[in-house]
């Protein structure tokens, strides 16, 4: 079960985006829903950032080549199939699954964006995706964004969606967004894709920019096991529909973007595969941002911390050993604060002398747990969320195939 994660509740339709999701026979489960179409209204703006794994799926390259050539008018997702380390004939596939599209509605071919998650190096059943897109442009419709969660979804337990509005001018904007993702989690960016859209007017150049920003402190700023994927990929649409102008620099929306991404980020934490605890890793008072994020992320994957996380058991030793291992540029042992909570365990490289293990033990008896770091070195600071390492996990992905 996620760790204090629920269902999503009202979801905005988002003027100029409609969708659609389906079983198109991807996944052996006929209840299950494995295709979905995103049709984005003609004059919108889009920006997308992707994995940086160099073994990057079919999908993701022929994505990265059509944005290239046109603005994108459809978004065609597939879960169950990865397309990914299946060579030319899975460039070929996604390719073709794109012509369909593109044949459906009469737009240039490059106008349309394919994705996929789900199992790697299986051939994608390119007929089933062909003989469902009908149906799919038959049931477009604005406020189809929870169906659409559910049909991106693989491992994941629950379908993950948050959605705003706020006013600006006198008008109301809407921000929605759909996330999916459970395990093999890690920055550039994880297993996952994500869609958000809103009906604010945003050109290329701010929009390009507010996502880089919402990306850097929400699905770059997670992770459940220190894999990275072939697939992940995230898109921000933008329609205008609103009439109202954004720029990057617009605090209310900026505000309320980041939210949505955040909440989507940490919804993936939440549902990570055997997931039983939901920690948040804040190291603050760092030589420079990469040392801060290089702390929190030594933390947040090592598997002894992660397994003590998991029995509730107050052994900061392990926190304190990864600490010590970071590969920091700097580090002075006797600047070193350590925090679970409130609850501060180490004082300047040193057992605090107030500490009573019954205290630790209260915090990491917790679902959501907060370690915090004070290096002591600078000003700066870096937040991760992760997750514990179960049982549970260790079935979920030895059955992945089975």
Same mark, same amino acid.
């Given at each position: ?26 996944k052996a489960d006929a209840q299950s829903a494995d ?33 290239q050539q046109s603005a994108a008018r459809y978004l ?63 049931d477009l419709s604005e406020d189809q964004w929870l ?41 550039? !960016? %994880? #297993?996952?894709?994500?869609? &958000? @859209?809103? /009906? =604010?007017?945003?050109? *290329? ?31 921000? !649409? %933008? #329609?205008?529909?609103?009439? &109202? @102008?954004? /720029? =990057?620099?617009?605090? *209310? ?32 008072? %760092? ?8 702390? =929190? ?106």
């Amino acid at each position: 079960m996620p760790v204090g994660l629920a269902p999503p509740q009202q979801l905005y339709p988002v003027k100029g985006i409609r969708l659609a999701a389906c079983h198109s026979g991807i996944k052996a489960d006929a209840q299950s829903a494995d295709l979905t179409l995103i049709e984005i209204a003609e004059g919108s703006t889009l920006a997308a950032v992707f994995t940086r794994n160099r073994f990057c799926a079919a999908p993701v390259q022929v994505a990265r080549d059509h944005l290239q050539q046109s603005a994108a008018r459809y978004l065609l997702i597939n879960s169950g199939n990865a397309n990914a380390g299946t060579g030319q004939q899975g460039m070929a596939d996604a390719r073709q699954s794109c012509q369909h599209v593109s044949t459906q509605f009469s737009v240039p071919v490059e106008t349309v964006l394919p994705f996929s998650t789900g199992v790697i190096g299986a051939p994608l059943a390119v007929d089933r995706i062909a003989a469902a897109i009908p149906a799919l442009a038959a049931d477009l419709s604005e406020d189809q964004w929870l169906d659409a969660a559910r049909g991106i979804m693989t491992t994941d337990t629950i379908p993950k969606a948050v959605s705003r509005q706020l006013t600006i001018d006198g008008q109301t904007i809407s921000i929605t967004g759909i996330s999916k993702g459970s395990g093999m989690i890690r920055p550039d !960016m %994880a #297993t996952m894709l994500a869609y &958000v @859209a809103t /009906d =604010a007017r945003i050109d *290329q150049q701010a929009l390009d920019s507010i996502l880089s920003q919402a990306v850097e402190q929400s699905f770059n700023a997670i992770t459940v096991d220190g894999d990275t994927s072939t697939n992940d990929a995230c898109v921000l !649409m %933008a #329609t205008g529909h609103s009439q &109202v @102008a954004i /720029d =990057a620099d617009h605090g *209310q929306f900026i505000e309320a973007l980041n939210e949505v991404f955040r909440l989507l980020a940490q919804a993936i934490v939440r549902d990570g595969e055997g997931a039983t605890k939901f920690v948040e890793i804040n190291v603050a008072n %760092a030589a420079d941002v990469r040392d801060a994020r290089q702390m =929190a992320y030594t933390i947040a994957h090592s598997p002894l911390v992660k397994t003590a996380l998991f029995a509730s058991d107050a052994n900061w030793g392990r926190i304190l050993a990864a600490i010590g291992r970071a590969e920091v540029s700097r580090l002075d042992i006797e600047r070193v604060n350590l925090y679970l909570g409130d609850v501060c365990l180490i004082e300047r490289g040193l057992p605090d002398t107030n500490y009573r293990e019954e205290l630790g033990q209260r915090e990491m008896s917790k679902q959501d747990i907060v370690i915090r770091v004070d290096l002591g070195l600078g000003d700066a600071s870096a937040r991760v969320w992760t997750t514990d390492l179960s049982y549970e996990y260790v079935k979920i992905n030895a059955e992945y195939r089975s």
